[in-house]
């Protein structure tokens, strides 16, 4: 991803270089879109000079090539465009101005005479590519650009420029050997690898953009993240930049519910917004997985070298935590520089003891974390998460950002993909659209689907591949007959909150004092609860008894079709409460992992922009209802012997019988955005199956899926490195031609 060295020779820009740029980026202009109040298709300086078309590009890069060959006297120069190009731009020894009519603006106050501002200047020509390249149609105006270099001093002007960077702008067609579609956690994972060999040429589409721009600290803070999964399906509650707005059917499991399924719109997909924690499952998961697809290939001791591959594994750092904790790892189970961190944050719960003692008294055991295979008992978890800077990681901080000096990786971001493009059963491209402009990216070698466990499954329908009932209501032709979108999996969780007696995240809300404090500990020292998502501790465990004898023996029978080392309930505490809260709360959140019950992904429309019908059918099953009652009992067992909270439980109060339970467990329980196995992976015989054990869709050719929609049962724990090890192997196997 080479950023513009043709007319800047500075040198490559470094990932930190593109940061900065990013932030320059936003104080040089203002891209204007649909509904920001001024003409589409505008670029307004501060000082409210516009530039449209080739007067937009041309006035960049001559501002910004000015601060790459500034000479080193430092003494004022004045260069004048060609009379078509109205500006000047008159550079003194620390600024930029642009004059014109009278108008000057002062720009930027940088050293122009040092390498790092010069690299800075280069990453921001890439970055206002990024923010606003589906504003120029139809290619660069090359004369244009001719002139700009010209007046700039940066050459002869005989050359034509083309950005050789990964933002690509649209044009009527383009082609490359691999087109993914989604930029999430697996497909910027799978675009990164392919990228590594410098003959193959990868087109990532993304209907998002940065996260970090969108959202900001939210989406890059730890702690803030549950401001992403505020489950409500009022509108005004979602950030439309960053997310699907899905609002699922009404779930009968969790009487009559409806909720907001957050799923990430944006570079780095889910793994841009969620809690970052880092489980990978158990032995006997991965086993049955390989048994199910008839490929030992998936089972544990053949995919944990995939695990390890991402990892860059950082202990914790308990002087950075200010305590003396005993958090065990296991060294053996992490990789060593690749490009994901996993790490610890830098800031010790106070209510982690109360739960050590907690779980201690149920008799969990101690387990060095939950990456090596087993996940009975209790522990301290690991997330994605920068040691240095305690800021998440993501695909995109991790993958892309190592991309950077890839030639042959572009990124069509904002970008919608229609539909599969094919010749008889092969795919052959992506039909894509940018702010209205409807084009084409050709695949030589395959099309990629990699946008996640919703997305993935109605690219497939829209595009010919799916259930013949559901493409016939709306008059797709059928390519392929395949049960896509048929078998969706995923946890149900229940929320139980109480007043809490130490402190914790939930006073970030409310308590102005608290958060001010929290801010300088973490700008000064990387410290405190903002590094935090408001949790350290996991618990998983079979139901035991008592409680496991009443259930019945239809429940029973489900249940002992799991592994043997497959735990049925994870217990995540949060220091979490209410919205706005001034004082401590810690919300319980026990969650079914032995999932019965099936969902469904369906289409709204044959037109891919349109949202799916998502119906998780959550909580559904006789046998999460039943192991759902008696979660609840031993809730009260687990909260009484932490010895952390002060009064009752706040949403649903105390519960009597067995039905007055299961209401309220009905009234407190949600989708856990785990979802999988929408486009299931198995063996061809199986009608359920939609893709093999290297991701290629049954019935066609040249067309492959990679992301969660292909785990064909869902993890015990949490599903993103799980999503990570799919990707690295995936895109093993596209390299080796399987």
């Not at 969660?708 to 490195?721: D, N």
Request: charged letters at 20%; hydrophobic letters at 35%.
């Amino acid at each position: 991803m080479k950023v513009a060295n043709t007319i800047l020779p500075a040198g490559q820009p470094r990932p930190r270089d593109f940061i900065l740029g990013l932030n320059f980026a936003k104080t040089l202009v203002t891209i204007t879109g649909p509904g920001r109040g001024k003409e589409q298709g505008h670029l307004y300086m501060r000082s409210g000079i516009s530039y449209r078309g080739e007067h937009l590009w041309t006035a960049l890069i001559l501002l910004l090539a000015h601060f790459a060959n500034m000479e080193k006297d430092g003494g004022a120069r004045k260069r004048t465009c060609e009379p078509a190009y109205p500006t000047e731009a008159v550079l003194g020894k620390n600024h930029v101005r642009v004059v014109q009519s009278g108008n000057i603006m002062t720009l930027a106050k940088l050293d122009v005479r040092s390498n790092e501002h010069a690299r800075i200047a280069a990453a921001t020509v890439s970055v206002v590519q990024a923010i606003s390249g589906w504003l120029r149609v139809g290619g660069y105006d090359q004369a244009s650009i001719r002139e700009a270099k010209k007046a700039c001093g940066c050459g002869n002007g005989t050359r034509d420029w083309t950005p050789d960077i990964n933002w690509r702008i649209p044009r009527s067609s383009s082609k490359f050997d691999y087109v993914i579609i989604g930029g999430g956690t697996a497909g910027l994972t799978v675009a990164e690898r392919l990228s590594e060999d410098p003959t193959i040429s990868v087109a990532v589409i993304e209907a998002g953009g940065f996260y970090e721009l969108d959202n900001g600290n939210v989406s890059q803070i730890p702690a803030f993240y549950a401001k992403n999964f505020n489950q409500t399906a009022a509108p005004e509650t979602i950030q439309p930049l960053i997310d699907w707005e899905y609002i699922i059917e009404p779930q009968v499991g969790l009487a009559n519910r409806r909720f907001h399924y957050s799923q990430g719109k944006t570079l780095g997909g889910s793994s841009g917004r969620n809690s970052n924690i880092f489980t990978r499952g158990t032995k006997g998961y991965y086993q049955r997985w390989a048994d199910l697809v008839g490929d030992p290939s998936w089972a544990w001791d053949n995919i944990l070298p995939y695990f390890k591959k991402s990892v860059d594994f950082t202990p914790p750092d308990t002087a950075k935590m200010g305590v003396d904790a005993n958090i065990s790892y296991d060294p053996a189970a992490y990789g060593a520089g690749g490009p994901l961190h996993v790490a610890y944050s830098n800031y010790y719960q106070p209510m982690n003891p109360g739960l050590i003692k907690g779980f201690e008294a149920l008799n969990f055991s101690y387990q060095p974390g939950f990456s090596s295979g087993r996940m009975d008992g209790y522990g301290y978890l690991a997330v994605t998460i920068d040691p240095k800077t305690q800021i998440k990681d993501s695909s995109e901080t991790a993958f892309l950002s190592g991309a950077f000096n890839a030639t042959n990786f572009r990124v069509y971001k904002n970008t919608i993909a229609q539909k599969i493009l094919f010749q008889g059963a092969t795919a052959t491209g992506v039909q894509v659209e940018t702010a209205g402009l409807s084009y084409t990216l050709e695949a030589a070698k395959e099309v990629i689907v990699a946008a996640g466990v919703t997305r993935s499954p109605q690219m497939l329908m829209v595009s010919g591949i799916g259930p013949r009932d559901i493409l016939a209501q709306h008059n797709i032709p059928v390519i392929v007959d395949r049960q896509v979108g048929q078998n969706w999996q995923d946890h149900c969780a229940f929320e139980f909150q109480y007043k809490m007696n130490v402190e914790g995240n939930a006073a970030l809300e409310g308590n102005k004092q608290f958060l001010y404090q929290a801010t300088e500990d973490f700008l000064k020292t990387q410290t405190g609860p903002l590094t935090n998502w408001g949790g350290d501790i996991l618990g998983f465990e079979k139901l035991p008894s008592p409680y496991r004898e009443a259930l019945n023996q239809s429940a029973l029978t489900e249940l002992a079709e799991l592994p043997d080392d497959q735990p049925e309930i994870e217990w995540l505490i949060a220091s979490h409460g209410p919205q706005m809260a001034t004082s401590s709360y810690v919300t319980f959140t026990p969650a079914i992992l032995a999932v019965t019950s099936k969902g469904t992904i369906g289409l709204s429309s044959p037109n891919a922009a349109d949202n799916p019908i998502i119906d998780p059918k959550t909580f559904s099953s006789p046998t999460e209802q039943a192991l759902g009652i008696q979660i609840y009992k031993r809730l009260q067992e687990f909260v009484n012997a932490t010895g952390l909270t002060t009064g009752p439980e706040l949403k649903i109060g105390p519960r009597g019988s067995d039905a007055d339970i299961l209401a309220g467990m009905k009234q407190t329980g949600l989708p856990w955005y785990h979802g999988v196995a929408s486009c299931p992976m198995g063996k061809e015989s199986d009608p359920n199956a939609v893709v093999d054990g290297n991701g290629r869709v049954f019935g066609t050719k040249g067309l492959r899926v990679v992301d969660a929609s292909v785990i064909p049962l869902i993890a015990p724990g949490h599903s993103m490195a799980p999503v990570y090890m799919v990707a690295e192997k995936l895109a093993d196997a596209i390299k080796k031609g399987l």
